[in-house]
């Protein structure tokens, strides 16, 4: 099964690069699941229903959010009927939405995606998000109710993201961290078998401050004093993410690729899918 995971798009620029160019990826890799997170897709804050639905269209199977889930008040209604909308599962118990699902791909696979948030330097600082994996992987098993299992662990924290790594390895196809708007360069298969990056980056324009227009972020630096809202730059936006190969007989990774496709970063593809 051919596996891509996209890290957070961020304003029209990231979505603009995501939604034109995905169908085209997703029909060259013959991708089998495309998961998105799309927290900070509306101006940097939030996803509309009307975002959330382009999304869908462009070729994403599933959109997982972070911190900014319900930046748009508009996703508190909408969450509770948009079947591939994910936000952290480790939320309190009634919050709309939820946290977890699993989907059949074309070819009749079963994929559990989940979205998990760490605590570590986080706001809200929310439940467990080792006894909330531990309950939905529990609840779902690999190689028994799903054949691939993809979780965007949504921290600030290497440390955490790499613990949670270990924690899930051998019991889920992929562990993809998001938030950070940063590429790390730690993709690799861990001991038992489940594909791990630290951070996939942003789907956005990398000439700014985490997708936001440099001037602002800068002068609070530099004067400590807020003058205007952060609002996400507009230029030309780099999409990147993750690329993984799961075994259709183990539902773990075989191969992996980071993703970098856009002007302002070293570019990487997957060469096994040629
Ligand atoms: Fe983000
Ligand atoms: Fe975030």
């Given at each position: 099964?051919?596996?891509?995971?996209?890290?957070?798009?961020?304003?029209?620029?990231?979505?603009?690069?995501?939604?034109?160019?995905?169908?085209?990826?997703?029909?060259?890799?013959?991708?089998?699941?495309?998961?998105?997170?799309?927290?900070?897709?509306?101006?940097?804050?939030?996803?509309?229903?009307?975002?959330?639905?382009?999304?869908?269209?462009?070729?994403?199977?599933?959109?997982?959010?972070?911190?900014?889930?319900?930046?748009?008040?508009?996703?508190?209604?909408?969450?509770?009927?948009?079947?591939?909308?994910?936000?952290?599962?480790?939320?309190?118990?009634?919050?709309?939405g939820k946290g977890?699902?699993?989907?059949?791909?074309?070819?009749?696979?079963?994929?559990?995606?989940?979205?998990?948030?760490?605590?570590?330097?986080?706001?809200?600082?929310?439940?467990?998000?080792?006894?909330?994996?531990?309950?939905?992987?529990?609840?779902?098993?690999?190689?028994?109710?799903a054949d691939a299992?993809?979780?965007?662990?949504?921290?600030?924290?290497?440390?955490?993201?790499?613990?949670?790594?270990?924690?899930?390895?051998?019991?889920?196809?992929?562990?993809?961290?998001?938030?950070?708007?940063?590429?790390?360069?730690?993709?690799?298969?861990?001991?038992?078998?489940?594909?791990?990056?630290?951070?996939?980056?942003?789907?956005?324009?990398?000439?700014?401050?985490?997708?936001?227009?440099?001037?602002?972020?800068?002068?609070?630096?530099?004067?400590?004093?807020?003058?205007?809202?952060?609002?996400?730059?507009?230029?030309?936006?780099?999409?990147?993410?993750?690329?993984?190969?799961?075994?259709?007989?183990?539902?773990?990774?075989?191969?992996?690729?980071?993703?970098?496709?856009?002007?302002?970063?070293?570019?990487?593809?997957?060469?096994?899918?040629?």
């Amino acid at each position: 099964m051919r596996f891509l995971f996209l890290g957070d798009i961020v304003g029209r620029s990231g979505r603009e690069a995501v939604f034109k160019q995905l169908p085209a990826l997703r029909h060259d890799f013959k991708l089998d699941f495309v998961a998105v997170n799309g927290e900070n897709a509306a101006a940097g804050h939030g996803i509309t229903e009307k975002i959330y639905l382009e999304a869908l269209h462009s070729g994403i199977d599933v959109i997982t959010t972070g911190n900014h889930a319900f930046d748009q008040k508009d996703a508190l209604i909408y969450a509770e009927r948009a079947e591939r909308f994910l936000r952290p599962a480790n939320y309190p118990p009634g919050t709309p939405g939820k946290g977890a699902a699993v989907f059949t791909t074309a070819k009749g696979a079963r994929v559990l995606a989940a979205n998990i948030m760490g605590r570590v330097f986080m706001q809200p600082a929310l439940d467990d998000p080792f006894a909330a994996a531990e309950k939905i992987l529990a609840s779902c098993p690999l190689g028994e109710q799903a054949d691939a299992i993809i979780i965007d662990f949504h921290a600030e924290t290497t440390s955490e993201k790499q613990a949670f790594g270990h924690f899930v390895d051998g019991r889920a196809s992929i562990v993809a961290g998001t938030h950070t708007h940063v590429p790390t360069a730690d993709a690799h298969i861990l001991p038992q078998g489940t594909a791990y990056m630290s951070d996939a980056g942003m789907c956005g324009d990398y000439d700014s401050v985490l997708g936001m227009d440099k001037e602002e972020p800068l002068q609070r630096f530099l004067s400590k004093i807020p003058r205007r809202r952060f609002e996400a730059a507009t230029g030309k936006a780099t999409i990147c993410g993750l690329a993984v190969e799961i075994s259709d007989r183990t539902g773990l990774a075989e191969r992996l690729s980071p993703l970098h496709l856009g002007p302002h970063l070293q570019q990487a593809m997957p060469d096994f899918w040629n």
